[in-house]
């Protein structure tokens, strides 16, 4: 399994929540953030390792990754970044609307991010 397979469930994600309607939607939308910035993270870690980057995987993961990213491709760091804070508004800002045009908008910085570690 890669991070790819994530990636593609996200998307498959996103169709189920466009035949539900309202609150369920919004849970389907949430749900593919979350899935493709794990599989964009999972991606961006066998980048890494290929390129004989050791991460660990049990201490500070995201921001580790972030930063090593930015090392190596500064753009594509701060696209990490923003797709974590979407990650992180999917998950754990309930009490606030998300939307699809928010899907939208990590799917794009997931795009970039994976179009730069050539995945």
């Known amino acids: 399994m890669r991070g790819r397979d994530y990636v593609?469930?996200?998307?498959?994600m996103e169709?189920?929540?466009?035949?539900?309607?309202?609150?369920?939607?919004?849970?389907?939308?949430?749900?593919?953030?979350?899935?493709?910035?794990?599989?964009?993270?999972?991606?961006?870690?066998?980048?890494?390792?290929?390129?004989?980057?050791?991460?660990?995987?049990?201490?500070?993961?995201?921001?580790?990754?972030?930063t090593l990213l930015s090392n190596r491709i500064p753009k594509a760091g701060i696209w990490?970044?923003?797709l974590h804070k979407l990650r992180t508004f999917a998950d754990y800002d309930i009490d606030k609307?998300?939307?699809?045009?928010?899907?939208k908008n990590a799917l794009q910085l997931a795009k970039l991010v994976l179009r730069e570690v050539g995945r």
């Not at 593609?8 to 498959?12: D, F, I, P, V, W």
């Not at 910035?37 to 999972?42: E, M, P």
């Not at 609307?97 to 899907?103: G, H, I, L, Q, V």
């Open 80 to 82: 990490m970044g923003k």
């Open 15 to 66: 169709l189920a929540a466009r035949t539900e309607a309202n609150v369920m939607r919004e849970v389907w939308l949430r749900r593919a953030v979350s899935t493709l910035y794990y599989g964009v993270l999972h991606e961006v870690i066998a980048f890494l390792e290929e390129g004989g980057v050791r991460v660990n995987r049990n201490y500070r993961v995201h921001e580790t990754v972030r």
């Open 8 to 12: 593609r469930l996200a998307k498959r």
């Open 97 to 103: 609307p998300f939307t699809y045009s928010d899907y």
